[in-house]
């Protein structure tokens, strides 16, 4: 059984068009976050939540927009997709821990292309 | 700003080779290092980790990184590659900023191990 899951695994979307990429977790953890990844760039982080009520943008949040529904859900949204937003995305999961370090627990990820 | 450089985007092996990717980071107080492996068509899974002790770690499937901290290095090494070793492997330096607590990842070396 999938502690992190995502959905949807695959979609293909037209430029200008609203996707909504949709993450959860039984893993009973706090914080998740949100990640893209492109060839050569590795991962670069769009937003992060430490909890329900605190959400925060991570070094390429521009055209995208995120909601955390309760703490097992965190939804990624682009509100008008363009083509340079094609590529991976996967959610992540982690504890609090100790001084707030931790491993961070991924999901399947989602492949996005924008035509 | 921190960053993360891994310094060989691509590496290909034989079996029974040796193996050290190399990792650094830039910043200057306290982190916590990590490595992932992101195998052919699966999510990323967490090989070892660094957070305090004995800077020489060891992970899974017989991987080991060492955690040289007047280098800023923490490298990975497996003394025999095998075939399955194939995937993409992601440095990553969790540390605390003026925004709390953040991951940052390296831009992933790829790994190729010829059977």
């Known amino acids: 059984d999938a502690d992190v899951t995502q959905t949807p695994r695959n979609r293909i979307t037209k430029t200008g068009k609203r996707i909504m990429l949709e993450c959860s977790q039984t893993?009973?953890?706090?914080?998740m976050y949100w990640y893209r990844q492109d060839p050569g760039l590795g991962l670069r982080l769009i937003y992060y939540?430490?909890?329900?009520?605190?959400?925060n943008k991570g070094e390429i949040s521009d055209g995208y927009s995120v909601s955390r529904q309760a703490q097992a859900k965190f939804s990624l949204s682009l509100e008008s997709a363009i083509p340079n937003q094609t590529a991976l995305y996967f959610c992540a999961t982690s504890d609090t821990g100790t001084g707030g370090y931790n491993e961070q627990f991924f999901g399947p990820g989602t492949r996005l292309t924008v035509l | 700003a921190q960053s993360v450089s891994q310094h060989n985007h691509h590496v290909i092996l034989s079996e029974a080779a040796s193996l050290e990717l190399g990792c650094n980071y830039s910043?200057?107080?306290?982190?916590?290092l990590f490595w992932y492996v992101q195998y052919p068509g699966q999510h990323l899974q967490l090989l070892l980790k660094y957070f305090s002790g004995d800077p020489l770690v060891k992970g899974i499937k017989g991987f080991e990184a060492e955690f040289i901290k007047s280098k800023f290095s923490f490298n990975l090494r497996k003394p025999s590659v095998q075939w399955s070793d194939t995937a993409e492997y992601f440095c990553a330096v969790n540390a605390r900023n003026t925004g709390g607590f953040k991951t940052i990842f390296g831009a992933g070396t790829r790994l190729f191990v010829k059977a």
């Open positions: 910043y200057g107080g306290t982190v916590n």
């Open positions: 893993k009973g953890h706090d914080r």
């Open positions: 939540s430490f909890d329900v009520k605190d959400i």
